[in-house]
């Protein structure tokens, strides 16, 4: 599972989506590939080199991503990010794996870092778009931020999914008040 955020709007950031998730198709249905972080390394270039072919080499566009595979039998999961990273929620902490600093669609000389993380029951797991901590409102007209996202997730965390869901759309909503919605708002999450 992943969440994936085109950083372009409009048609720019329409053909980017397309692009990628054509890629990402290629990438693990017919290549086979499952390791989160090759599947990154591959999908950049594949989108690199998909708009160089269209003549579109110097698009500032990319893709942030947050890539999860998860073992069920072993509840080992398996991450890799371009600049999003994954939240784990256990007990009362939040633990964050930090992707690699880079979008889908910059070329660079790294590698997106894979990371092999142990789960346990009860853990939840969080990828998202920036749209959810990102969005304005509140008395003072200000982002909600990650840190307010977080104490949000330790709330949630004795809840069932279907219950999580309901209560971050609500509590953004809430949030936003009359304030305009500034970005798509993409929030996925499981629990072990």
Known sequence: FSAIDCTGHGVPGAMLSIVGNNEIENIIHKEGVTNPGNILDKLNNAVISRLKVQGNSEMR????????????????LN????????????????????GTKNAIGQEFDGVYENKE????????????????????????DKKLGSKEFKNILLQLKEYDMD????????TINNWMGDTEQIDDICVIGMKV
């Open 61 to 76: 566009d990319g893709m942030d991503v947050a890539f999860c595979v998860l073992d069920q039998n072993t509840n080992i």
């Open 79 to 98: 991450f890799a990010g371009a600049n999003n990273p994954v939240y784990i929620v256990r007990g009362d902490e939040v633990i964050v794996h930090k």
């Open 117 to 140: 993380i142990q789960l346990y029951k009860d853990d939840c797991v969080y990828v998202f778009s920036d749209g959810y901590v990102d969005q304005f409102g509140g008395k003072n």
């Open 163 to 170: 219950t999580q869901r309901e209560f971050l759309k609500k």
